[in-house]
C-alpha cells in the first residue's frame, strides 16, 4: 500500500514531469518558426548570362574548342551530344554526312562525334583517318554493323580493332574498370536470382577484340574456365593513332543521360588534366505526400485500418523520417492538396503545421505537386485554379517555391502567371521527361527546370551506371520516391510496408553512395543550378600552377578536377575535396582561383599525346 505522502510525491513528481515536457515543447514551437521556408528567402538569380545551344553549319570555321558531330541533332544521340556541349561550354556543330566536313576551308576542330550510321565507311574512312592525322581526336558514338568492320581493315586499324568474330558475345556481364566514371571499379554481373533481377544491359553484344595501343574501358564479361581475358569483347575503348586518340563504344551507351558522363570521362582521357563545372546537388524527392485532402478512405481504412491523415502521420512518416536520419537525406515533401477531385472529400490545412514542424526540424523543405486525377474532362487548369483558392485560403506565410508536374505543360510560364498568390512564388519545378528536354534548363527568364534521375524504388545495373555518368558529368541527381500508390494501393507490393522496405533498401545501399557531392533541397539545388547555367570559365596552366577564372556564378560555384598521376597541392580562392584518387571538387569562392598540383607518389604520371 502507498502512504499519502509517497502518493503526492508521485503525484507532485508527475505533474513537474508533465510540466516540463510540455512547456518544453511550448518553447520548442514559438522559438522555431515552422512556417518560413529557410530556403526560399534569396531573391532567384537571373537568367542573364544563361547558356544556350550554340549550334551552327560549320561555315564559319572551327577551333581547337569546337565540337563536330556526325549526326542527326534531333534523335536520342544528337540531344546527348547537344546538352553535353551546353554544360561544358562547347560550341557545336552538327553536320548530317561527312561531305559537309569541308576541313580545308574550314579548319581543324577540337573533336568529332560520329554516329556510325551517318557515314559510308566505305569511301569515307580515309576523311577520318586524315582527321586523327591532323591531331584531331574522334569519338564513334556507335559502331557500324560487324559486316562493314570485317570488309574495312583501315577502318579496323583506326579503331584498335585486332580481331573480329563473327558470332556475338552472349556475355555474363558487364565490367567497368576503375578511374574512368567516377564511383570506381563496378561488376554488373547477376551472381543470384535476385541480382538477376537487376541485370537489363545489353548482354548479346559485337565480339570484337583490340590490339597493341589502345586502352579498354569496360568489358563483356565471358566464363574465364572457356576464354582469356584478353578475348573479352570490348564495350568502350580507346585507340592511340599516333597523333590523336580515337574512342569506340561497343552499343548505345552515349544515347541518353549516360552519355554525359562517357563523354566527360573519355575528354579527360585525352587531356594532362580536365576541369568542368558540376552542380553538386543531391536531391531526394517525396512526392504526394501529404495530400491534404482525406479522399480513398475506404481504400486506405481496408488496408492500414486507419483513416488517410493516420496512415500519413502515424504509419508512413516514422519511417520516412527514420529513413531521412539514417541516410542523412535532405528531402523536399511535394504536398498535393488533392489528388482525386471527384471525391467530395475536401483539402484541409490542419496537418499541414505538423508536417512543416517535421520539416524544418529535418532541415527539409515543403513544395507542390500538381498531380491529379485526369477524369471526367478534369484539367490541369481546374486544379490550379482548386489549389490556389486552397493555398491562399490557409494561415500560414510558408513559401512554396518549389513544384513538381507529372507531365510538364507546354506553356509552364503562363501556368504560375495565371495562378498568382502562392503559385507565383514557385521558380523550381521537377518533372519526369522520356528525354526530350534538357535535363537542367531554364523555362523563359524565372523557372528553372530539374529533370527526374531516378525512382527510389527501382534499381537496375544500367540505372547504376547512369548514376556514375551523372556524378560525373554534373555531380547532380534528384531521385523520386513515389508516395501514389501507397496512398491507393491496387495490390499487395503497392502497400507501403512492402513498398518501404524496397525504397529504404535501394536509398541505403545504392541513392546515396556518392557522399563528396552535398544533398540538398530543391530550393538549394535551384540556385546551385542558376549558378551552372549562368557560369562562364577558362582555365589555364603552367607547370604545376592551375589557375581558373569565373564569372557569371557569383563566385560561389563547383567544378571536379580530375588530374592524371597529380594531386592538389594547395588551392586558393576556394576549397577543394578529393572525391577519390585523381579527382576533387573544387568550391570556387573568389573569381579567380589558383590551384597548385604536385605529383603523386602512388601514380604512374599520364604519358597521353596531349597537353595543355
Not at 563483356?220 to 568502350?236: C, V, W
Request: a negative charge; one cysteine or more; aromatic letters at 10%.
Amino acid at each position: 500500500m502507498v502512504s499519502r505522502r509517497n502518493f503526492f510525491s508521485i503525484i507532485m513528481m508527475m505533474a513537474a514531469l508533465t510540466f516540463m515536457f510540455q512547456f518544453s515543447q511550448v518553447i520548442k514551437e514559438n522559438a522555431s518558426n515552422y512556417d518560413i521556408n529557410e530556403y526560399a528567402g534569396e531573391e532567384p538569380i537571373p537568367d542573364a548570362h544563361r547558356l544556350q545551344e550554340g549550334t551552327s553549319g560549320g561555315h564559319g570555321g572551327f577551333d581547337e574548342e569546337d565540337v563536330v558531330f556526325l549526326g542527326n541533332s534531333e534523335d536520342a544521340l544528337g540531344r546527348t551530344v547537344s546538352q553535353w556541349c551546353v554544360y561544358t561550354r562547347r560550341e557545336l556543330t552538327v553536320l548530317n554526312n561527312m561531305s559537309s566536313l569541308n576541313i580545308g576551308k574550314t579548319g581543324l576542330p577540337g573533336l568529332v562525334l560520329i554516329d556510325s550510321r551517318h557515314v559510308n565507311f566505305a569511301t569515307e574512312t580515309e576523311v577520318l583517318a586524315g582527321l586523327v592525322e591532323a591531331g584531331v581526336p574522334l569519338i564513334f558514338c556507335n559502331l557500324p554493323e560487324t559486316a562493314v568492320l570485317m570488309e574495312n581493315q583501315a577502318l579496323t586499324g583506326l579503331l584498335g580493332i585486332s580481331q573480329i568474330r563473327e558470332e556475338p558475345a552472349q556475355v555474363e556481364g558487364i565490367h567497368l574498370f576503375s578511374g574512368f566514371l567516377l564511383g570506381g571499379e563496378a561488376i554488373y554481373k547477376a551472381q543470384t536470382p535476385e541480382e538477376a533481377e537487376k541485370q537489363d544491359m545489353e548482354l548479346n553484344i559485337p565480339w570484337y577484340m583490340t590490339g597493341k595501343g589502345t586502352k579498354t574501358y569496360m568489358v563483356g564479361m565471358l566464363d574465364e574456365k572457356k576464354y582469356e581475358r584478353e578475348e573479352f569483347p570490348r564495350i568502350i575503348w580507346r585507340n592511340n593513332c599516333g597523333n590523336a586518340m580515337v574512342f569506340a563504344v561497343n552499343g548505345e551507351y552515349l544515347s541518353g543521360l549516360t552519355g554525359l558522363g562517357l563523354l566527360d570521362a573519355m575528354v579527360y582521357e585525352m587531356e594532362t588534366y580536365e576541369i568542368y563545372p558540376v552542380v553538386n546537388a543531391q536531391n531526394m524527392l517525396l512526392v504526394d505526400f501529404p495530400v491534404l485532402a482525406p479522399e480513398n478512405t475506404a481504400g486506405m481504412e481496408k488496408v492500414y485500418s486507419r483513416s488517410p491523415e493516420a496512415a500519413m502521420r502515424d504509419v508512413m512518416w516514422p519511417g520516412i523520417a527514420a529513413m531521412s536520419l539514417k541516410n542523412k537525406l535532405r528531402l523536399t515533401c511535394l504536398v498535393n492538396a488533392k489528388y482525386d477531385y471527384t471525391d467530395a472529400a475536401q483539402s484541409q490545412g490542419e496537418e499541414l503545421p505538423f508536417y512543416l514542424q517535421q520539416l524544418r526540424e529535418s532541415s527539409a523543405e515543403a513544395g507542390i505537386s500538381f498531380r491529379y486525377r485526369d477524369e471526367a474532362g478534369f484539367t490541369l487548369a481546374d486544379k490550379l485554379k482548386s489549389d490556389k483558392e486552397f493555398y491562399d485560403s490557409l494561415d500560414s506565410d510558408y513559401k512554396f517555391s518549389a513544384a513538381y508536374f507529372e507531365v510538364l505543360p507546354e506553356q509552364l510560364g503562363e501556368v504560375f502567371e495565371e495562378g498568382a498568390g502562392r503559385l507565383e512564388d514557385i521558380r523550381t519545378v521537377a518533372y519526369r521527361d522520356g528525354g526530350e528536354r534538357p535535363l537542367l534548363s531554364w523555362n523563359g527568364e524565372n523557372v528553372i527546370l530539374q529533370g527526374i534521375t531516378g525512382d527510389a524504388g527501382e534499381y537496375s545495373y544500367s540505372i547504376d551506371l547512369q548514376m556514375r555518368s551523372l556524378a560525373t558529368a554534373l555531380g547532380y541527381s534528384n531521385t523520386l520516391i513515389d508516395m501514389h500508390n501507397a496512398m491507393w494501393p491496387e495490390s499487395e507490393e503497392d502497400q507501403w510496408e512492402n513498398y518501404f522496405d524496397e525504397i529504404f533498401s535501394n536509398v541505403s545501399t545504392y541513392w546515396t553512395k556518392y557522399g563528396g557531392f552535398e544533398q540538398t533541397v530543391m530550393s538549394e539545388s535551384d540556385r546551385r543550378i542558376r549558378r551552372f547555367l549562368n557560369l562562364d570559365y577558362a582555365a589555364e596552366r603552367e607547370g604545376y600552377k592551375l589557375t581558373l577564372n569565373q564569372q557569371g556564378g557569383e563566385d560561389d560555384t563547383w567544378f571536379v578536377l580530375r588530374l592524371h598521376g597529380e594531386s592538389v597541392k594547395d588551392i586558393q580562392g576556394g576549397e577543394c575535396k578529393e572525391l577519390e584518387s585523381g579527382a576533387y571538387l573544387i568550391h570556387a569562392m573568389d573569381s579567380e582561383v589558383k590551384i597548385a598540383l604536385e605529383k603523386s607518389d602512388d601514380v604512374l604520371e599520364y604519358a597521353g599525346p596531349f597537353v595543355k
